[in-house]
């Protein structure tokens, strides 16, 4: 397990330097001048001169990039320029909705996926599983952020259970907090929940057929204890991988539906940046998503081998 | 034995299709002008002279969603293009050399785009290039790239073991043309089936960026672009937000449907990750 582990942090490393690379190189070098791109056409020459001394523009490239990266790493994202505040301290603010928005909609998609993948796989062929994939058919075609707009109108506007939109702030207490993100993590959770139920389902028709099954029923288990009893371990990795994927579509998903819930979150943090052209924060805030994606994945490695014992063995 | 598609190919096959001709039509013909302002019709609810409504410009609904067809369309189906186009020769490539320094730069380059979700692509392009309908093209199109490449190496690996594979080596031939020749054709059904399906996930990934304004920008009509507009008018015109929704759910149900037939038609002992 040790051999696996450190084998894979190496490629962690090697993924978050290579993406540390790409993203700087996209954002700082490709088309010319980011001060100018920040200040707009009309820039005075003295002030973009300005802007760039003060960006450290005025270095070579890789000097900057190795001090924006060990800036990084002691947790320095640099300064926004539309808000003259430091990026890594907006960035905190913002991650305390998005992250447990996400945590929200994984949970819930978790919740609901889970018990519907199995019964469909439990009732094969039957009503009941064919109601189950024709709900997640629809499920996987509907936009999250239009299926966010329909809780709003039903919800927030007819009903009046909850508020239309907005964030209240952890001070004012949890249950509040966690009411304004009821709407927008059922929004981002039901069409993951469609997609990992089908996979669920699947997962476990495929084990549901092994020998080692047949031998548990010979044993004496009525169907539904062996699939809780055997099949329900086996059919995790296929899932595992679908969460561990369906976590860089969460928190996509959670910059589009802060859009509609007008959440605080980084996704209006960093749409904001981009039309101030405020480079420095898209650049931080895109390569914390990647990096939460990256290290997310790795965990998902690791948890394969706790599930797998072969898989260690392999490599 | 042989047999057609089943009826769920046909039912996704006449939803999606309808909507291509709906958008192909949109460029000869609409009910209106999209791009007339009639401020004294505007926010209509359906009616026989516009079975869709108005929007809050009175722009006819049906027109606009007609003319977004296209949009949508386009450009999931140029990202499409670009996902094979590029990923598919990297497969081929890779299974070719597997377990060589070729083959691992491919794999471990295409675990690196994957870590870069479409949004996330499109947000960095925005921010240096500004937001245009070619830039969501580009952003979708990157994050094809590795699902086909995986894809493709997968698929190709298990047929490089075969007897007809070897019996090529033997005559000679060399690793690009057996690529081309034998791999391709017997791997084309499982690459149809998947661009079937990144087709209607683009359709989905188009919609949302244009609806946070990363993609088709006005006066471009987009289904994205119509419910970002709707969306400060839900509480007293919910019509407008309604109907470019369910183009958007119809027209991937439909593409989906259409996958799922299409699998189970073509090699019924292929499956498809459909994640």
Redesign the interface.
């Known amino acids: 397990m040790l051999r696996y582990t450190l084998k894979r942090a190496l490629?962690l490393l090697?993924?978050l330097l290579?993406?540390s690379l790409?993203?700087f190189f996209?954002?700082e070098v490709?088309?010319g001048d980011p001060a100018a791109?920040m200040l707009g056409v009309n820039a005075q020459e003295d002030t973009l001169a300005a802007l760039r001394a003060e960006l450290g523009l005025d270095q070579p490239k890789l000097v900057r990039y190795a001090a924006w990266v060990t800036g990084m790493l002691q947790g320095d994202f640099g300064t926004s320029y539309t808000y003259r505040t430091p990026v890594a301290q907006m960035v905190a603010d913002r991650l305390w909705v998005s992250l447990p928005l996400a945590a929200y909609a994984l949970a819930l998609s978790t919740l609901i996926a889970f018990p519907a993948g199995i019964y469909a796989a439990s009732r094969r062929g039957r009503a009941g599983d064919m109601a189950v994939m024709g709900a997640t058919?629809?499920g996987?075609?509907?936009?999250?952020?239009?299926f966010a707009?329909?809780l709003?109108?039903i919800f927030a506007?007819n009903l009046r259970w909850f508020s239309a939109g907005g964030f209240p702030g952890w001070e004012g207490g949890v249950l509040p907090a966690l009411k304004a993100l009821t709407l927008p993590a059922i929004a981002l959770a039901l069409p993951q929940a469609a997609?990992l139920a089908?996979?669920m389902r699947?997962a476990l028709l495929d084990t549901l057929g092994e020998d080692f099954i047949r031998t548990a029923r010979a044993k004496g288990l009525s169907p539904g204890q062996a699939l809780r009893a055997h099949a329900l371990r086996n059919a995790l990795i296929p899932v595992l991988?679908?969460l561990g994927?369906q976590f860089?579509?969460l928190?996509?998903g959670a910059?589009?539906i802060e859009?509609?819930f007008f959440l605080p979150g980084l996704?209006r943090l960093?749409?904001q940046?981009?039309s101030a052209?405020d480079?420095i924060v898209?650049e931080s805030?895109?390569m914390l998503?990647?990096f939460a994606?990256?290290v997310v994945?790795f965990l998902v490695d690791l948890a394969y081998a706790a599930v797998d014992p072969r898989l260690r063995a392999r490599t | 034995m042989t047999r057609g598609p089943s009826l769920t190919f046909w039912i996704g096959a006449v939803l999606s299709l309808s909507f291509v001709a709906a958008a192909l039509l949109s460029f000869l013909w609409t009910p209106y002008d999209v791009e007339a302002l009639e401020i004294a019709n505007r926010l209509k609810t359906p009616s026989v002279a516009h079975p869709f409504g108005t929007d809050h410009f009175g722009r006819d609904i049906l027109s606009m969603i007609m003319v977004g067809a296209r949009t949508s369309i386009a450009v999931a189906l140029v990202a499409v293009g670009i996902g094979m186009g590029l990923g598919v020769p990297l497969g081929l490539w890779a299974a070719a050399r597997k377990g060589g320094l070729v083959d691992e730069v491919i794999m471990?380059g295409n675990?690196?785009v994957?870590?870069?979700?479409?949004?996330?692509i499109a947000?960095?392009?925005?921010?240096?290039?500004g937001a245009s309908a070619l830039n969501a093209i580009i952003a979708i199109g990157i994050f094809n790239i590795p699902v086909f490449a995986r894809l493709t190496r997968g698929a190709a690996l298990s047929l490089w073991q075969r007897e007809f594979i070897l019996a090529a080596r033997v005559a000679g031939k060399g690793a690009a043309r057996i690529s081309a020749e034998h791999i391709l054709p017997n791997i084309l059904n499982l690459l149809i089936v998947q661009g079937t399906i990144q087709f209607?996930l683009g359709i989905?990934a188009e919609?949302?960026l244009s609806?946070?304004?990363?993609g088709a920008q006005p006066p471009l009509p987009s289904w994205g672009r119509m419910?970002a507009d709707?969306?400060t008018m839900?509480?007293f015109a919910?019509h407008l937000?309604?109907i470019?929704?369910l183009a958007?759910?119809?027209m991937?149900?439909g593409l989906?449907?259409m996958g799922d037939g299409l699998r189970d038609w073509l090699d019924p002992r292929i499956?498809v990750a459909?994640?």
């Open positions: 490629s090697v993924s290579v993406a790409v993203i996209v954002v490709a088309p791109y058919q629809l996987v075609a509907v936009p999250n952020f239009w707009m329909m709003v109108v506007i997609i089908r996979v699947s991988t679908i994927l860089s579509f928190l996509a910059i589009i859009q509609v996704g960093v749409f940046a981009i052209r480079l898209v805030v895109v998503l990647v994606v990256i994945n | 471990r675990d690196l994957f870590a870069f979700p479409s949004l996330v947000i960095l392009i925005t921010a240096v290039f209607s989905l919609a949302g609806y946070v304004g990363l419910l709707a969306q839900v509480s919910p937000a309604l470019p929704g958007i759910v119809l991937v149900l989906n449907l499956r459909r994640a």
